[in-house]
Structure formats: structure tokens, C-alpha cells
């Protein structure tokens, strides 16, 4: 594509940051450069305003100021939501059995299997539809009064469906177990009312809606059983140590301020587009599915698979033509291994190895994505007749 700007279209990698971010975040980086928990007024103002933006989360998520841990991101979030829920589960009442989806990212599903693999918990996975989706009824039928807690994520980052949280946490409510949902993916497309969703832990990262990289929060609901996983100061609460980063934290509140103020309008104008990418693949390219629901997914997110495609050499095709998209899931060119979210889904190997993430954002525009649908089926046909799959 010479000459011409590359088209980006994996906004649920990451975000640009939103320049009002920027701005709200300076000060921080300069004359309120102080440590939140000294005593002096160096260390005032920067507390005041660590505190300040977990207020502002709380408001957003519908949650107390003393519900939201800061953490590094979004996986140190779900790592301390797993770890820390379920070392205390068992501490307290002997639960020793974990309820996953199959269809986590690896920040939860990696956890889980150290979990299983060096400290002895049973691991269970439920099973998902052809659509990604957990059955409410499913949970019910596996929980136990053993079950330490249920992780179930909520918008997904590779095949873009939502799962029927609200239901499922009433289930496990009802049961007394905690359920933790990783809404990583979530925070610039669903509304995320911690009541409404009945969770007792949530997940976030800032870089997804528009914030920096490196910070993001977990929601703990008052009285969820949680052993600190990163030990040494009684930062946040005495749940997770460390002097906050707080140029990070006020950005990550003023973008997810942003994001959940400016939601319908955003979801309104992405989801137009995002139809608009799905129904012209599926129109125009042979041997091709859509990964996901049609209807219950992420605004921004579309992802498909094409039948005996390598999907790496189709990304690289595309970056060529100036198109960033993802696969959606971490496979190497030369050892290509299916993703366990498409092979959970009941994909085989050779659908599943040819998979396609195509997800918009703020600046996404209906030029970029004609432009996106008339060059997709070229770079298909030919990457189909090199045979590279
Ligand atoms: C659903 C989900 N959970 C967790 C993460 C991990 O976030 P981070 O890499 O920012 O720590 C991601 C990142 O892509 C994600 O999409």
C-alpha cells in the first residue's frame, strides 16, 4: 500500500490514548510527582488524587471506593481475582474445585492451570455452544458446594461474544460461590454496573477504552474472600502492594469516565460498521464463517474463519496492503496450533487455523472499511492459491 496511512483495525489489542488522558495524566509526571502515602503535602496532593480517581471508578462501576484495587493491568487483575480468590476459598471453607469457560484469555486460563498444576485445586471447564456462549443452566449443573469460584469473561476478545453474566452470577449467588468476570474487553462497549451484573469480582485494563498501558483495576465486591497475591506495603487495602502508579490510575479514570459517558454513541456508530465488515466478508469470500455470535457481541468486533487458510500468512498479506488486523489468538507462523477458544467452539483444525480478528475503534471510518472489504478477498483468493495453509 504505498504512500497511503495504515489502516488500523485492532482496536481490541489496543487503543491510542485519548489526548484528554494525556492531559489529566501530566501533572503527575511533574510537580505532583509524590509518593500517595507520604505524609508531607508532596504526598497530599498525589493521594488526593489517587483517591479522587477511585472514586470516579466506583461511580462508574456502581461500586464503593473501597471495592476497587489498582493494579498493573488487566492481567495482574485477573491473576489476583484467580489466585487470590481461590487461595482463600480454600483457606476458609476447604473449596478446592475451579469453574472456568474454556474460551478465557490466558491470563485467566494459564492461572487456572498453575492453579491445578503446582497447588493442587481441580479444574474444571464448562463447556460453551458453537457460538462461544456459557449456558447459564451448564453452571448450575456443575457447581458444588466445594466450587472455590466461577470465572467466566464477559465480552470475548477473540471471538467477541458476550456471556449472560447477570444470569449467571444469580446462579452462583445462590449457590455462595463468588464468580469473577473478566470484562478486560469490556469497559468501551458494555455499560459495566457492577449490581446490574451481580459479579463479586471484575476485571479491567485501561489501554482497551483510550488509556495508557500498564494499569488497570479489579473489582471486589465487599466481603469476597481474597489473599493479596503480591505482598510487601498495605497499599490498597493490604491487597495488593506497591506504591500506585498514579499518573496511570488518573488516566485510566478520566478514559474510562470517557468511555462509558460517550457509550451508546460510540457502540452505535462501531456496531454499523462492524455489521458492515460482517456481512461483506461473509458475502463475498468463500468457505468463510463467522467466529461468535451475530448479534450478542462486542460493538467494535468482528472475527471470522476460513476454511485451509494460514491465518499468519493472511495477516502478513494483509499488513503488506496496510491493514493491521489480528488473528485474534497467540500462534507462531511455522508452528501454527489452533486456538483453544475456536477448537472449544467445535471449529476443526482447518477451519480454526484460519482465523481473522478484524476489530474497529474512534477512528475506524466507513472509507477505511470499503477500502478494508475490497481488498480482503484478493489477499484470500491469492494466499488460498499459494496453497500456504
Ligand atoms: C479479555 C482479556 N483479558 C485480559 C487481558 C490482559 O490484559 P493486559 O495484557 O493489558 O494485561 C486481555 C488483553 O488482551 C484481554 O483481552
Known amino acids: 500500500m504505498s504512500g497511503s496511512k495504515p489502516i488500523y483495525l485492532d482496536y481490541a489489542a489496543t487503543t491510542p490514548l485519548d489526548p484528554r488522558v494525556l492531559e489529566a495524566m501530566q501533572p503527575y509526571f511533574g510537580a505532583d510527582f509524590g509518593n500517595p502515602s507520604s505524609v508531607h503535602g508532596f504526598g497530599q496532593r498525589a493521594e488526593t488524587a489517587l483517591e479522587d480517581a477511585r472514586q470516579r471508578m466506583a461511580d462508574l462501576l456502581n461500586a464503593k471506593p473501597e471495592e476497587i484495587i489498582f493494579t498493573s493491568g488487566g ?103 463468588a464468580l469473577h468476570s473478566d470484562a478486560v474487553q469490556s469497559g468501551a462497549y458494555l455499560r459495566l454496573d457492577v449490581q446490574k451484573l451481580g459479579v463479586d469480582l471484575l476485571s479491567i485494563g485501561a489501554h482497551k477504552f483510550y488509556g495508557p498501558k500498564g494499569v488497570g483495576a479489579l473489582y471486589v465486591r465487599s466481603g469476597t474472600p481474597l489473599l493479596p497475591m503480591q505482598t510487601g506495603g498495605s497499599h490498597e487495602f493490604g491487597l495488593r502492594a506497591g506504591t500506585p502508579n498514579v499518573a496511570y490510575i488518573v488516566g485510566m479514570a478520566t478514559a474510562f469516565e470517557i468511555a462509558q459517558t460517550e457509550i451508546e454513541q460510540r457502540a452505535g456508530k462501531l456496531s454499523k460498521l462492524r455489521d458492515k465488515v460482517i456481512e461483506g466478508v461473509l458475502k463475498s469470500i468463500p468457505d468463510t464463517k463467522l467466529s461468535g455470535h451475530r448479534h450478542l457481541r462486542l460493538a467494535n468486533h468482528a472475527s471470522f474463519v476460513f476454511k485451509g487458510v494460514d491465518g499468519n500468512a493472511l495477516l502478513m498479506l494483509l499488513d503488506n496492503a496496510g491493514f493491521a488486523c489480528s488473528s485474534g489468538s497467540a500462534c507462531k507462523t511455522g508452528d501454527p496450533e489452533p486456538s483453544d477458544v475456536l477448537l472449544a467452539m467445535g471449529f476443526s483444525r482447518d477451519w480454526a487455523l484460519g482465523s481473522l480478528r478484524v476489530t474497529l475503534g474512534i477512528h475506524t471510518t466507513n472509507e477505511d472499511i470499503e477500502s478494508f472489504l475490497t481488498t480482503l478477498p484478493k489477499l484470500l483468493a491469492r494466499v488460498r492459491s499459494l496453497e500456504i495453509a
Open 75 to 177: 492481567t495482574e487483575s485477573d491473576n489476583l481475582a484467580l489466585g487470590g480468590a481461590a487461595m482463600a476459598a480454600r483457606q476458609k471453607r476447604g473449596a478446592n474445585h475451579i469453574l472456568m469457560s474454556p474460551v478465557e484469555h490466558h491470563a485467566i486460563s494459564k492461572t487456572a492451570e498453575q492453579l491445578a498444576s503446582h497447588f493442587g485445586f481441580e479444574l474444571e471447564l464448562l463447556p460453551v455452544d458453537e457460538l462461544g456462549m456459557v449456558q447459564p443452566e451448564e453452571v448450575s449443573k456443575r457447581i458444588r458446594p466445594e466450587t472455590a469460584l466461577a470465572s467466566i469473561i464477559l465480552g470475548n476478545n477473540e471471538i467477541g461474544t458476550i456471556n449472560p453474566i447477570e444470569e449467571i452470577a444469580a446462579i452462583c449467588r445462590e449457590r455462595g460461590v
